[in-house]
């Protein structure tokens, strides 16, 4: 049981070494928050806020901030960084005259909750002084919003219409150690802007960042050839202030033995918490959809089999494409006697208070994005977390009460083996859609762009041909009109985007609609543990001899016949909560598509309109079976690389000559997801460039 094989041990907060040259630096003067049961329920939000850490620095900030071009704060998770700092701003004067604090985030979930609540401390109604903007959702009124939180994501594309953020008098980047491409797009940029508008405030924060690097990136100026950048321009010195103290204690423990199956372990590990401790909910850490579907079974199964330890449990999955309603369920308050257990991806690890949560049980795995230029493939692939994840997600316990932390890997796995920080997303990553952002932002020299860390040459490369081929970039490496500019208008990757705009001409918009709605879903299928029988017949149900896009087109049908029956879903092995989402997502694009002026149309059972449409999209991803391949070994057309179709295809073994397909999974081979049947004289026709100068001369030869 869990109590012979846990071990607790202690992770020490970080202290923040004095820097050198010139670095204000804060010692821990103040002693941080007490965890005296006198914070326990009834405290006025008021009070509560006064004894948030933070709060004994709020002078310090002020002038920090009022004095510096930019400031890099550090303080533990939970100490209060996110929620006051924008209103300590707002008080002191920075949203008057109509200007108004932006706070960004890396995730969208963050946005809303962080926004509601600084709403609520500030009573005041959400979308009014304080606001949220993330893709498709806009909760502000531009005559009344002070305070806004939005995605990086989202303030990079405000760029594209107000290049110097002109409305905004600081920004703060919150969970810059994330460092998401999007989190490094914008720093390189604000640097850039800073320098037009010295009147501009950054604030830099995180619980984990590496304050020194952020510092050196931003006293550096880095030549560039464009116009703007002729002379070298000394950087203000940024100030980093280190916030000591936390919310209240989290216990760390750890496993003695590593474990060989977190999802397993996972449900024993909730089980005996269930059993053993006291009042609080359990959020768990686990990597995907398909994990997390996996989890919640297990915990039914062995629910079913202890019925007396289960009894009380409320589990709640909760990942990116859940539809939006299943994942507000996570911050309703647990019934009285009930414990809730929410079963997490990495969306829960930045910035968000679950209010009940006392317990984290932590896999140390999350789902990353690993891409080789070379081969120009890209991998989702399960990896272990850094140790800046790993306290971000202990952070999330110990923000209301003191907690607990269940990490499933040993202290001595924690402390030698695990990576201080992770990759940035930039150095792993496809940077399609990073470029096609750049270039809509007016970043012409992209190799010579001030990133604060730069991305491998070659995948930048990559990109440019790729999106030159889609016919979104020209000679000049500039957009082209009106395909570039629309495709940079459309927040998805271009290759979808390209399969949209092309569906316009081809009178396919509202079936390219639902494909791109499904393709953005991990999976529409139930998962297929323990049922994957039932589950290939479901799909045989819908399956066209076209492949999986044209099945989509079937199941989506079919769902909206059904009146968009749950029980429907169920019959068919299909994803209720999947489908929800789907409509979700779908609606959205046809409010984007009809703003570009594409018209949506049914092409009425024209499947060779669907077809060209995704091909006019996906030609970079064609493949071909190897001539006298028995076990159904494809070669890519670019790059001649051995691929093979997904288990989960409804072309599986069926091994068409020629096909596309959406992405490439790597597992013990490379295996393609959501491929189609296609003519190879439609790749040449949407793409003469791309398929001229192979290595093979016949690649198009049937
Ligand atoms: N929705 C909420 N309900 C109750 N308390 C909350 C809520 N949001 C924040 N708090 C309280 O405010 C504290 C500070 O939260 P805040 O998000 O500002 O911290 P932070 O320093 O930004 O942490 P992190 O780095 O983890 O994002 C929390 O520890 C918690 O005590």
Redesign the pocket.
């Known amino acids: 049981m869990p109590q012979q094989f846990w071990k607790p041990g202690t992770d020490k907060p970080r202290i923040l070494e004095d820097e050198e040259g010139g670095v204000v630096f804060f010692a821990p003067s103040l002693s941080s928050a007490s965890s005296s049961s006198s914070r326990f329920g009834y405290a006025s939000i008021g009070s509560?806020r006064q004894r948030?850490p933070?709060y004994k620095y709020r002078t310090a900030i002020l002038y920090l901030v009022e004095t510096h071009a930019t400031t890099i704060i550090v303080?533990?998770?939970?100490?209060?960084?996110?929620?006051?700092i924008p209103q300590y701003l707002k008080e002191a004067g920075w949203a008057d005259g109509g200007r108004v604090i932006a706070c960004t985030q890396p995730r969208r979930l963050a946005v809303q909750?962080?926004a509601?609540?600084v709403a609520e401390e500030m009573d005041v109604k959400l979308g009014e002084e304080v606001g949220y903007t993330i893709r498709f959702e806009d909760v502000t009124n531009p005559a009344a919003t002070m305070i806004k939180f939005l995605t990086d994501g989202v303030l990079l594309r405000e760029i594209m219409d107000d290049p110097l953020l002109t409305k905004y008098s600081v920004i703060m980047v919150?969970?810059a150690h994330e460092r998401s491409i999007s989190t490094d797009i914008l720093l390189g940029l604000l640097k850039k802007i800073q320098r037009r508008r010295p009147e501009l405030r950054l604030i830099i924060?995180?619980?984990t960042i590496e304050a020194k690097s952020m510092s050196d990136f931003f006293q550096t100026s880095k030549k560039h050839r464009g116009p703007e950048d002729h002379e070298f321009v000394p950087r203000k010195v940024p100030a980093v202030l280190s916030v000591e103290g936390r919310?209240f204690n989290v216990q760390i423990h750890y496993v003695v033995e590593p474990v060989s199956d977190y999802v397993q372990a996972t449900v024993s590990t909730v089980l005996s918490i269930h059993d053993q401790e006291p009042a609080g909910d359990i959020l768990v850490f686990l990597t995907g959809q398909d994990d997390i579907d996996a989890a919640i079974q297990l915990l039914a199964e062995e629910a079913h089999a202890s019925r007396k330890i289960s009894s009380g449990l409320i589990v709640l999955p909760l990942y990116s494409s859940l539809p939006r309603a299943e994942q507000d369920l996570v911050f309703s308050p647990t019934p009285r006697g009930k414990r809730k257990v929410v079963i997490s991806t990495n969306i829960a690890e930045?910035?968000l208070?679950l209010?009940g949560v006392v317990y984290v049980v932590d896999s140390g795995f999350s789902k990353q994005q690993f891409y080789n230029p070379i081969s120009d493939i890209e991998n989702l692939v399960v990896a272990p977390i850094s140790k800046a994840s790993a306290r971000?997600r202990a952070?999330r316990a110990g923000?209301?009460r003191p907690g607990k932390c269940y990490r499933l890997y040993t202290e001595e796995y924690f402390v030698n083996e695990m990576s201080s920080v992770g990759i940035p997303e930039m150095q792993r990553s496809k940077l399609v859609s990073c470029v096609i952002q750049l270039k809509a932002l007016g970043i012409d020299n992209i190799l010579g762009f001030d990133w604060p860390a730069s991305p491998p040459p070659e995948a930048m490369i990559r990109a440019l041909e790729v999106l030159y081929s889609l016919g979104v970039l020209d000679d000049d490496a500039k957009l082209t009109s009106p395909v570039g500019f629309q495709a940079a208008e459309i927040p998805l990757d271009p290759m979808i985007s390209k399969m949209i705009l092309s569906s316009n001409q081809l009178g396919c918009s509202e079936e390219i609609i639902t494909i791109a709605a499904i393709l953005s879903i991990q999976s529409i299928w139930v998962s297929g543990k323990g049922v994957q029988k039932e589950l290939d017949e479901a799909k045989l149900r819908f399956a066209a001899a076209e492949g999986d896009h044209v099945t989509f087109l079937n199941v989506y049908k079919g769902f909206l016949q059904s009146g968009k029956s749950s029980q429907w879903c169920h019959k068919n092995y299909m994803n209720y909560q999947a489908m929800k989402k789907v409509i979700e997502i779908r609606e959205q694009l046809r409010r984007t598509a009809l703003r570009l002026g594409i018209v949506l149309r049914s092409c009425e059972g024209d499947i060779l309109a669907v077809r060209k449409a995704v091909t006019a999209g996906f030609f970079a991803n064609a493949s071909r079976l190897e001539a006298f391949s028995h076990n159904g070994m494809y070669k890519t057309v670019r790059g001649s690389q051995e691929v093979y179709i997904h288990p989960s295809s409804v072309l599986f073994r069926v091994n068409p000559k020629w096909v596309i397909y959406h992405s490439l999974v790597s597992t013990d081979r490379q295996y393609m997801r959501n491929a189609m049947t296609i003519d190879p004289s439609w790749l040449t026709e949407a793409a003469p460039h791309f398929f001229q100068n192979l290595r093979r001369p016949d690649p198009i030869a049937h």
């Open positions: 509560q948030l933070v303080g533990e998770t939970g100490s209060g960084k996110t929620t006051q909750s962080v509601s609540r919150d969970e924060s995180s619980a919310g930045t910035s208070t209010e971000q952070g923000r209301v």
